[in-house]
């Protein structure tokens, strides 16, 4: 909190003097920010203040009611800060009726959005849904309020893959949401000799040149190249990345296009046959009945691949705390879990969800890989002063592809 | 006409004049084709059975029955038709004032401030966006909080607050344009046969305003509509803008559903438009049978609305003030229909069958647009 | 009251201009003094700034000497950012060039129709905008994909044998934002344009001018103040414009757009995002005042 009194005073302080020092006002006058709430307390297990206790119309048989924890303790509406169509509809229908909380949700495009966003102050949203490596960096920065697993009792149920990771070790902070993946798609009805290798995408006299698509993600892409030569993702050293960066620029002349968003209809209109890309989208671009076309499929390479996760969190100064953590818990019950993972199409992190999905998704290796694939897979974490290195090596690669 | 500037030969203006028209007609076509291409490969994608926006695989309506039911991308679509309506009039206003002011009178410091006005178009959106948002809950809000007590929040106000200000200087370089070399003989004019300053530019300023006025009242319209990244960083926690949602979803892949708003957002545009053109044509008939058909629409609305509002748990106070106004439309619709009747008896039968038919189309527009955007 | 208004100019001028300057002077200037603020500080681990600020005019140096940064490679030019921006400018330009050359004469079409067809035809320039940004520009890419309707419609009349490479490089990267960036265009040239007085050509005929002649100078110079709100409403917007550049050009053409939204994104670097809007903005403004101001002189002189 105290960084934040700072960032007041030297604005306010700015701008009183941009009009012209004339007024009376001190900077000390904007002392207290308004992100300074009472809902500073690390563990929410008493509603704040501000809540009412409140009539619901839950139903009051035990196993319902139960899911709702202490309900003289919620309040009447919670804030979701979440990327869109990321929860089933019907779930927040769902808990408003058994609960009588409403869920309001908006959204954002990107992790930084969001950082940004708590940072500045002032929004006062209950759950937020950062990644892996957001969740690495508000824990450092102290935006995130740590979580009482008493409420969150369905935390049992996640698998061991998914949780105590790097960037919550004793997982204290976030709930497990959903994860996955980011390899590359293959259109097997052209390419027929599929290895799980990097050196598909980086071969330079590659037969598939000019059908190629990378994402255009600075971390993504240069993650790809420097597995491919053998280095860690996370790598910071100058000499590697630059030969990350020589390979990019001698692969580019067979890239169609970096491409994040419209890759996956690339690969399904033919106009590429290898595609960089996220599990989501390369498990809908082999699946016809989602407009995807049949023999598309995804390759985790040897080499390594990335793993991301995302995660429901509390953010530092949320008003209901502990509602909010009422339905970070509701949403992690087996059904409930299952539903939503359909919905969304991803992974879920709930072992105990995975008697209620569909077996033909859980044998689907791309959403589900199977253990041995487990080591390979390599978190993106914050590499700190050293992004900026990454951010040059992507800029001059940029430069030089486009020229 | 004086010896030493023979008329340029008649035949050759008039063979000049003819290829200029054929060219000009030409260039018409093919910018509004070149336009209009990308609506219609939109338009045809709205319509595609499964949920790629590049492949057509087969017809199918579903995306619009799918987009029915998304509250919260209709939420969104509201919230962001209510933004831009009023940024368009705020940002309108203003901006023509400004031009006023710039363009007539001299003053200290006019080059600098002119340049000011420029800046907000210069300026990345992502920097505004991030300026906005530590201004608002770094700076203003403390200062309110500290001054009147008031506890300040962005929401759907601070959004349009926003908008308002980039929006401005769009205004202001369009209204400015049409104001440069303004021919004032027409305002001396005026004053000589004794109109005084407000007459004179109520009636011949402004309507000599128009065209720029429209022009930049449709671009700070069309700016806000599709604005996304100001509106990211200056948005509340209750409510988002149709940007913001199409935008999230890009990590998703964007769906038909978003081609299906934009065509319903284009045919009602451009029904609206047409409609409302047709009835400046047609005279003062056909613009009172569209007030009457959207009046009528919006009051049925509004009727139908009413007894599920008073289910119980279902009663807020916003929901039902907006459905008694749109009740109270429908109650108007008495006045305006007494003389319109008096002046379709006036015309003859193909007149009353296109009156009749004016507010048939219109009441059923407003109601239909009512049902998507209100309930 | 009413009397005191009329009479006193400074008044009127007053409450004319205290609504649009204050308005920009709360919500754009105050704003911009924070990031001005930002891009004289060191960057944050986190993103945002680092806290309490270190001042530095290192985020200035690097634009123009990107050599002189701590991660700077063996082979650093020196001159990366300053060719992306010229790179963007000369991008610019050019779609400035086609947005004026398609839209002034279409403005000039329009402006002769009768007076409902223009209303008309003005507002059919302005929906398709209304649809929303990212479709319109996926469907943009759909007309010029390798199969695309361009394409396709050019193969079935086979004048071309091979599809050609419309997508993915600074061709498309043009037509994007001459899409994109024509209404603001059309909108300020047909406001300047439907004013004009089409007698004065004839009587220029009469004088003896050709049509050419007559276009340029007495057309041309009266409309002038329209193309320079054109030029400005385009030529400015889109040196800065990212998303476009993106899609159409397959991510290989960086543009200073791309550039500075990286920083506030992925590369969470503030305070260099912050000092390259600030010289963006200084650069575009100081060649824009120059412009309008010679522009403007002219039109004077013209009259």
Redesign the interface.
């Known amino acids: 909190m105290k ?2 009194l ?3 005073i ?3 302080s ?2 009183l003097a ?1 009009c012209g020092g004339g007024e009376t ?1 001190t900077p000390a ?7 300074e709430l009472p809902a500073t307390e690390a563990l929410a297990t008493e509603a704040p203040a501000t809540e009412a206790p409140q009539a619901t ?1 839950a139903p009051t048989d035990g196993e319902t009611a139960e899911r709702c924890g202490d309900t003289s303790q919620l309040a009447d509406e919670i ?1 979701l ?1 979440t ?4 929860i089933d ?1 019907a779930i927040k229908d769902q808990f408003e009726q058994e609960c009588g909380v409403k869920v ?7 992790n ?2 969001l ?3 708590l ?7 209950d759950i937020v849904v950062p990644s892996d490596y957001m969740v690495q ?2 824990v ?2 102290g935006m995130l309020m740590e979580l009482d697993y008493d409420v969150i009792s369905n935390i049992q149920n996640m698998e061991g893959l998914n949780v105590n990771q790097y960037f919550d070790p004793d997982q204290k902070y976030t709930v497990p949401y959903f994860w996955g993946t980011s390899g590359f798609a293959v259109d097997t009805n052209v390419v027929t000799d599929v290895q799980e290798s990097w050196s598909m995408m980086f071969d330079p006299d590659s037969p598939y040149c000019g059908q190629i ?2 994402l ?4 993504e892409t240069i993650g790809a190249a420097l597995m491919y030569l053998g280095y860690s993702i996370n790598d910071t050293d ?1 000499a590697h990345l ?1 030969e990350a ?1 020589n390979l990019l620029i001698e692969q ?1 002349k067979c ?8 890759n ?3 690969i ?4 590429t046959v290898l595609a960089h890309m ?1 599990t ?2 390369a498990i ?1 671009a082999g699946l ?6 049949e023999g598309i499929t995804y390759v985790i390479p040897q080499e390594g691949c990335t793993i991301w996760q995302d995660n429901m969190a509390v953010p530092v100064g949320a008003p209901n705390a502990y509602t909010a953590m009422v339905f970070m818990n509701y949403v992690h019950y087996p059904e409930i879990a299952a539903q939503n993972a359909e919905f969304v199409g991803y992974g879920t992190p709930n072992a105990a969800a995975k008697e209620s999905i569909d077996p033909d998704i859980l044998a689907d290796e791309s959403i589900y890989p199977p253990a041995e694939v487990e080591s390979r897979l390599q978190w993106i974490e914050d590499v ?13 690669f ?2 030089a ?2 020229s | 006409m004086s010896p030493q500037f023979p008329a340029y030969p008649r035949q050759q203006v008039r063979l000049a004049s003819r290829i200029g028209n054929w060219l000009l007609g030409t260039n018409a076509a093919l910018v509004f084709g070149f336009i209009y291409l990308p609506v219609l490969v939109l338009i045809v994608f709205s319509f595609n059975n499964t949920r790629s926006v590049a492949l057509f695989t087969g017809f199918s309506t579903e995306w619009y029955t799918s987009l029915a039911q998304n509250e919260e991308l209709l939420d969104a679509a509201r919230n962001s038709l209510l933004v831009g309506l009023v940024t368009t009039i705020v940002a309108t206003v203003i901006g023509t004032l400004t031009a006023l002011a710039m363009e007539r009178y001299r003053f200290r410091l006019r080059t600098t401030f002119d340049a000011n006005l420029y800046l907000p178009i210069v300026i990345p959106e992502i920097v505004m966006g991030i300026a906005l948002l530590l201004f608002f809950n770094q700076a203003l809000f403390p200062f309110l909080q500290n001054t009147v007590g008031i506890r300040g929040t962005t929401g759907l106000h601070t959004i349009t607050i926003s908008h308002i200000a980039f929006d401005i200087p769009f205004v202001y370089v369009i209204v400015r344009a049409r104001l440069a070399d303004f021919d004032r003989t027409l305002e001396e004019a005026a004053a000589d046969l004794g109109a005084d300053e407000w007459q004179t530019f109520q009636r011949v300023t402004l309507p000599l305003l128009m065209p720029g006025i429209i022009g930049g009242a449709l671009m700070a319209f069309t700016l806000s509509l599709d604005d996304y990244l100001i509106t990211a960083f200056t948005k509340g926690i209750r409510e988002q803008t149709m940007p913001l949602y199409i935008y999230s979803l890009v990590r998703r892949g964007v769906t038909p559903e978003i081609n299906a708003l934009s065509t319903a957002l284009l045919v009602g545009s451009i029904g609206l438009v047409g409609l409302s053109l047709t009835a400046q044509n047609g005279g003062p008939l056909y613009t009172k049978g569209m007030s009457i058909g959207a009046a009528l629409g919006l009051g049925l609305f509004g009727l139908f609305s009413l007894p599920a509002l008073f289910a119980p748990g279902a009663l807020t106070v916003g929901a039902l003030v907006v459905r008694l106004i749109l009740l109270a439309a429908f109650i108007w619709i008495w006045r305006l229909y007494k003389s319109f009747l008096e002046e379709l008896a006036e015309v003859n039968t193909p007149g009353k069958i296109l009156a009749w038919i004016t507010i048939f189309i219109t009441a059923t527009a407003a109601f239909l647009s009512a049902v998507l955007l209100l309930s | 009251m009413l009397k005191f208004f009329r009479r006193n100019k400074a008044f009127q001028l007053f409450s004319l201009i205290t609504p649009g300057a204050l308005w920009i002077f709360l919500f754009f200037n105050l704003p911009l003094l924070i990031v001005l603020f930002i891009s004289f500080v060191e960057r944050g681990r986190a993103g945002s700034i680092k806290l309490p600020p270190v001042y530095t005019i290192e985020n200035y140096r690097q634009l123009f000497n990107a050599c002189a940064s701590q991660f700077a490679g063996p082979e650093c030019d020196p001159l990366l950012y300053i060719g992306i921006f010229g790179h963007s400018v000369r991008i610019a330009l050019v779609v400035t060039l086609w947005c004026i050359l398609l839209g002034y004469p279409l403005s000039y079409f329009i402006s002769r129709q009768k007076q409902i067809w223009r209303d008309a035809l003005m507002v059919l320039v302005i929906i398709p905008f209304w649809t929303n940004f990212l479709v319109r520009t996926y469907a943009l890419k759909q007309v010029l994909a390798t199969e695309g309707l361009l394409n396709s419609f050019f193969m079935g009349l086979h004048l071309i044998n091979q599809p050609l490479d419309l997508l993915f490089n600074e061709f498309a990267v043009v037509v994007g934002l001459v899409y994109g960036y024509l209404p603001f265009a059309i909108l300020p040239m047909y406001a300047s344009i439907e004013k004009f007085d089409h007698t004065l050509m004839e009587a220029a005929a009469d004088l003896g001018a050709s049509p050419r002649r007559a276009f340029l100078r007495v057309m041309l110079p009266m409309t002038l103040p329209g193309v320079i709100a054109a030029l400005v409403l385009v030529f400015v917007p889109v040196v800065g414009a990212f998303i476009t550049p993106d899609i159409m050009g397959g991510g290989k053409i960086e543009m200073i757009g791309t550039l500075i939204n990286r920083q506030f994104g992925v590369s969470r670097n503030w305070p260099f995002g912050s000092s390259m809007s600030l010289m963006l903005m200084l650069m575009v403004l100081i060649g824009v005042i120059a412009y309008f101001r010679s522009g403007g002189e002219e039109t004077r002189r013209a009259m």
């Open positions: 960084k934040y700072n960032y007041t030297i604005i306010a700015m701008i941009a006002q006058a904007t002392e207290m920010p308004v992100t119309e804030f800060y990327w869109v169509e990321y509809p309001t949700e908006t959204n954002f495009d990107s930084e959005t950082l940004a966003t940072q500045a102050g002032g929004a006062d949203y960096i508000m450092d920065e698509s990378m255009d993600d600075e971390r100058p630059e960066k580019s890239v169609k296009a970096y491409d994040s968003q419209t996956d209809d690339l399904i209109s033919g106009e996220w989501g989208d809908l016809p009945d989602y407009g995807g076309r700190g002063e050293a992004l900026e290195l990454y951010d040059r090596i992507w800029t001059e940029k430069a592809a486009g």
